[in-house]
């Protein structure tokens, strides 16, 4: 039983990882919605792991609230923003074989920095905690050197995601309120982001905040 | 060395020769019954290669022994290979030598002696086709070595036959990170380098297009009959080779003809299923510009320096 839940972990962990290096490989946006979503159904199947394994009744109803959120809110809402005209593809400001580098760099980083928390209690929940720190590394480079809108908002939501991995595989899940909290935020974070779109948009007629520059005059 | 180890070698070898064009043709087939087609039949390469055959080669003017020696080269470095590889058990007089980087080698060595006979005819789309060839394959081979070595920690080798033979014992690694990014970045290393659709349009003889097909532009009859079937037989190397390491089900580990028999079946089976996703994918994608290609493969090293670093810091000590 242990054996099993130690595969089942380390494979969504393994699928969040992979889901967020190609997030940077890909630049058609409607296919990264559908690695979000994909990232965040995997996130909900690693609460939902861990839950089952503490026997955790409040935070097996949290792997189904984060399913919902993650796995189809957001995607939904971000697509509504996506099929807009300009928003099909993102062009990055650092190309794509040099940001996959970045991404194993960002990868070793999290390993090395992480290995005195691992080496505290060296079970097979806290080992995967470095795929956490990974993405929100990740994501956090992705609020860096993508210029759409929506590429943006993939890195955020990115770092939500690394930030809420390394919670439940450190502390088996942080009080349901503040995760609440935080997962609301972010759902404002992208209403607010839509609404900024389409000012952007209906202003520029596109959403690269390049543009955006031109207010400082 | 027993009498069974030298005959799973053999058969290992064959199967591989034989299986090589018939992929080929089931490539094609598939491809042409999804896009409405009735198609030539699986059996159109070997028809076509066995007519090939019975051809004289005809040498360009000026060109030298390198345009006579690549395909046999070509030819013996893929049947190495072939032997070498636990394609159907781990028990093969070969399987002490299947090193990794031995059988990453030999590769290499077909690619490199083609790609000097495109250089040697002196045509512009050889030189084309062999400058791109080997940009290719200088990415490929690091995706290949660190994808594979990534799977190496749990056997404590880099030989295959010992990795394969850990797999089938422990089927529990084969649903960890490590085979997901593995597998992944293998797909990818497969279609760069038999020259399938994203990378390479096999099909094809648009100059602008084309990598392999224009480095075999001047070959004929035999010769030409050889290269297509070596090619052939890389692309079972490699999708052969993916499939063992990510379904190992039915890799003969014990000596035995029941065991032999199961396993070649069970081959089979396995470049069937690999087969009909890649014939059938390929009919949904785009050849890739040139310049995207390295992209793509950029993806494949990293997912495979990924799994290398989980391999070492995620598996370990949790099993």
Not at chain 1, 172 to 175: I, W
């Given at each position: 039983m242990s054996n099993q839940f130690v595969q089942a972990l380390n494979l969504a962990a393994g699928l969040i990882l992979l889901t967020a290096v190609l997030t940077l490989w890909i630049r058609r946006v409607s296919t990264l919605v559908r690695l979000i979503a994909l990232q965040g159904v995997a996130l909900a199947v690693l609460v939902g792991t861990v839950a089952w394994h503490g026997h955790d009744r409040q935070l097996g109803l949290l792997a189904f609230g984060i399913l919902a959120l993650k796995a189809f809110v957001l995607p939904y809402l971000l697509r509504r923003v996506s099929t807009q005209p300009g928003e099909a593809e993102t062009d990055p400001l650092v190309n794509v074989p040099a940001s996959l580098l970045a991404a194993a760099a960002l990868a070793a980083i999290s390993y090395a920095v992480t290995r005195p928390l691992v080496a505290l209690v060296p079970s097979a929940q806290v080992r995967a905690t470095p795929v956490g720190l990974t993405i929100a590394l990740i994501g956090l480079f992705v609020l860096l050197t993508r210029r759409r809108a929506v590429s943006q908002v993939i890195g955020f939501i990115l770092i939500d995601n690394g930030i809420a991995v390394v919670a439940f595989l450190t502390t088996?899940?942080?009080?349901l309120v503040v995760e609440l909290g935080s997962a609301l935020d972010v759902l404002l974070a992208i209403l607010v982001l839509q609404i900024l779109t389409n000012r952007i948009q209906a202003v520029f007629g596109d959403t690269d905040l390049d543009g955006l520059r031109e207010l400082r005059d | 060395m027993t009498v069974f180890s030298v005959v799973t070698a053999l058969v290992q070898v064959v199967l591989v020769a034989a299986v090589g064009p018939i992929l080929v043709g089931v490539l094609r087939q598939l491809r042409a019954r999804v896009e409405g087609r009735v198609g030539a039949g699986i059996l159109q390469p070997w028809r076509d290669l066995i007519k090939l055959l019975r051809r004289e080669p005809i040498s360009a003017a000026g060109t030298s022994w390198v345009l006579i020696l690549a395909p046999v080269v070509l030819m013996g470095t893929s049947l190495a290979v072939a032997v070498l590889v636990p394609y159907v058990s781990t028990r093969s007089a070969t399987a002490n030598s299947s090193d990794l980087f031995a059988v990453v080698a030999l590769l290499l060595v077909g690619t490199v002696v083609l790609t000097l006979a495109g250089l040697d005819t002196g045509t512009a789309f050889g030189g084309m086709g062999a400058s791109r060839e080997i940009t290719i394959a200088a990415l490929v081979e690091p995706a290949v070595l660190l994808a594979v070595f990534a799977l190496s920690p749990p056997a404590g080798s880099t030989n295959l036959a010992v990795i394969v033979a850990r797999r089938v014992s422990d089927q529990a690694q084969l649903a960890s990170p490590v085979s997901l990014l593995v597998v992944v970045a293998l797909m990818i290393v497969t279609l760069a380098e038999a020259g399938r659709l994203p990378v390479d349009n096999p099909a094809t003889h648009l100059e602008l297009t084309m990598i392999h097909e224009a480095m075999v532009l001047e070959y004929s009859g035999r010769d030409l009959a050889l290269v297509e079937w070596a090619s052939s037989i890389r692309l079972v190397i490699l999708l052969g080779l993916t499939a063992n390491l990510f379904l190992p089900w039915g890799v003969a580990t014990q000596a035995g003809a029941l065991a032999l028999l199961v396993g070649v079946v069970a081959f089979l089976a396995k470049l069937l299923l690999f087969g009909a996703v890649l014939g059938i994918g390929e009919v949904f994608i785009a050849k890739f510009r040139l310049f995207r290609v390295p992209e793509l493969l950029a993806g494949a090293v990293v997912l495979g320096f990924l799994a290398v670093m989980a391999a070492f810091f995620l598996v370990q000590g949790s099993g």
């Open positions: 088996s899940g942080v009080p | -």
